[in-house]
């Protein structure tokens, strides 16, 4: 097997972003370098002690954690999504306090750092609003240059959004953010709606994860029915959606998934359809705002019953220890 690819997450934990980073620890095509937290899911400091408390859970306390915006690049930030994630951002279950303290460093300095000590190998893997990402690109301008490329969840290329009708909930929380992103000079893949919400853990397979003793499986089989409740009150899935983790299956097992490449853009003006991630596909008359941006591979198909396979699979896998 070649080398494990190099990642760091930016994250909102947030139920899914748990199960993501999980996932990423357990798989050996991937060595996780650090975490950067930002606002999303909760507030970002709530957001920064829940990352450590996974690493924790995951005995990978080796892993640097930085903590990184607290609200949108031009914005007030919208408010956690505490329905969904609850208010401590992991289903207001009880957590045991953090073991340590986040990095010196804040996010976009740790990125920027981090990348430019490894040129070419790092790939960002953003699974919340792309505050953190857009302020490492605004500080250094050459950053993209020095990115192996980006996988995020973020976006709907093709279908309604879950924030709004027509923004999914990551982009919404920072529209110009994501602008700025999507038109970085860098291998990217969006891992959007399209397929997120075609990716359903199911009821059945929640609560087998109880049959699973490993304490990463502990915290999932208490905070995913948190998770579940919330769909299923919402018009959802019997189970859930697979958002952040779909970063993770599309690293380790692309052949799941069929793609499309446009170059994208998003809506940053203040009426209905702000947030929107749009793709300039080839029917279209004018895509001068679409000129010079590399094009985006987006997820546009996925098949749900084998990246969720593999994720299950991982998470009954003994935790590796740090490399
Ligand atoms: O729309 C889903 C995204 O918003 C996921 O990243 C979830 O964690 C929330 O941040
Ligand atoms: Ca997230």
Same mark, same amino acid.
């Given at each position: 097997?070649?080398?494990?690819?190099?990642?760091?997450?930016?994250?909102?934990? *947030?139920?899914?972003?748990?199960?993501?980073?999980?996932?990423?620890?357990?798989?050996?095509?991937?060595?996780?370098?650090?975490?950067?937290?930002?606002?999303? &899911?909760?507030?970002?400091?709530? %957001?920064?002690?829940?990352?450590?408390?996974?690493?924790?859970?995951?005995?990978?306390?080796?892993?640097?954690?930085?903590?990184?915006?607290?609200?949108?690049?031009?914005?007030?930030?919208? *408010?956690?999504?505490?329905?969904?994630?609850?208010? &401590?951002?992991?289903?207001?279950?009880?957590?045991?306090?953090?073991?340590?303290?986040?990095?010196?460093?804040?996010?976009?300095?740790?990125?920027?750092?981090?990348?430019?000590? %490894?040129?070419?190998?790092?790939?960002?893997?953003?699974?919340?609003?792309?505050?953190?990402?857009?302020?490492?690109?605004?500080?250094?301008?050459?950053? /993209?240059?020095?990115?192996?490329?980006?996988?995020?969840?973020?976006?709907?290329?093709?279908?309604?959004? &879950?924030?709004?009708?027509?923004?999914?909930?990551?982009?919404?929380?920072?529209?110009? /953010?994501?602008?700025?992103?999507?038109?970085?000079?860098?291998?990217?893949?969006? %891992?959007?709606?399209?397929?997120?919400?075609?990716?359903?853990?199911?009821?059945?397979?929640?609560?087998?994860?109880?049959?699973?003793?490993?304490?990463?499986?502990?915290?999932?089989?208490?905070?995913?029915? !948190?998770?579940?409740?919330?769909?299923?009150?919402?018009?959802?899935?019997?189970?859930?959606?697979?958002?952040?983790?779909?970063?993770?299956?599309?690293?380790?097992?692309?052949?799941? !998934?069929?793609?499309?490449?446009?170059?994208?853009?998003?809506?940053?003006?203040? *009426?209905?359809?702000? *947030?929107?991630?749009?793709?300039?596909?080839?029917?279209?008359?004018?895509?001068?705002?679409?000129?010079?941006?590399?094009?985006?591979?987006?997820?546009?198909?996925?098949?749900?019953?084998?990246?969720?396979?593999?994720?299950?699979?991982?998470?009954?896998?003994?935790?590796?220890?740090?490399?």
């Amino acid at each position: 097997m070649s080398a494990p690819r190099k990642i760091i997450i930016d994250t909102d934990p *947030g139920i899914d972003d748990a199960m993501a980073i999980f996932y990423a620890l357990a798989s050996p095509e991937l060595d996780v370098v650090g975490l950067t937290t930002v606002f999303g &899911n909760a507030h970002v400091d709530v %957001c920064t002690a829940n990352a450590i408390r996974i690493l924790d859970i995951a005995g990978r306390s080796d892993i640097p954690v930085a903590e990184g915006a607290a609200r949108p690049l031009a914005m007030a930030y919208r *408010g956690p999504a505490d329905f969904v994630h609850g208010v &401590n951002g992991l289903a207001d279950m009880p957590l045991a306090a953090p073991s340590r303290v986040p990095h010196a460093l804040d996010a976009a300095h740790f990125i920027i750092d981090q990348v430019l000590a %490894c040129p070419g190998e790092i790939t960002l893997v953003p699974i919340g609003p792309l505050t953190n990402i857009a302020l490492a690109m605004l500080l250094r301008p050459d950053l /993209a240059q020095h990115l192996a490329g980006m996988v995020i969840m973020g976006g709907n290329a093709f279908v309604g959004g &879950n924030a709004s009708p027509a923004a999914e909930a990551n982009i919404l929380n920072d529209p110009e /953010a994501a602008d700025i992103v999507f038109g970085a000079d860098c291998p990217i893949v969006m %891992c959007g709606l399209d397929v997120t919400e075609a990716t359903v853990m199911s009821s059945e397979q929640i609560a087998n994860i109880a049959t699973i003793d490993n304490d990463r499986a502990r915290l999932a089989a208490v905070i995913l029915p !948190y998770y579940r409740d919330f769909h299923l009150s919402h018009g959802g899935p019997d189970g859930i959606h697979v958002h952040d983790s779909t970063c993770i299956s599309y690293l380790i097992a692309p052949q799941h !998934y069929r793609t499309v490449q446009h170059p994208v853009r998003v809506d940053t003006g203040q *009426g209905v359809g702000r *947030g929107k991630t749009w793709a300039a596909t080839r029917h279209a008359l004018s895509a001068a705002a679409w000129a010079g941006r590399r094009a985006v591979t987006i997820l546009t198909e996925v098949d749900s019953a084998a990246v969720v396979a593999l994720e299950l699979d991982r998470l009954a896998l003994e935790q590796r220890a740090g490399s």
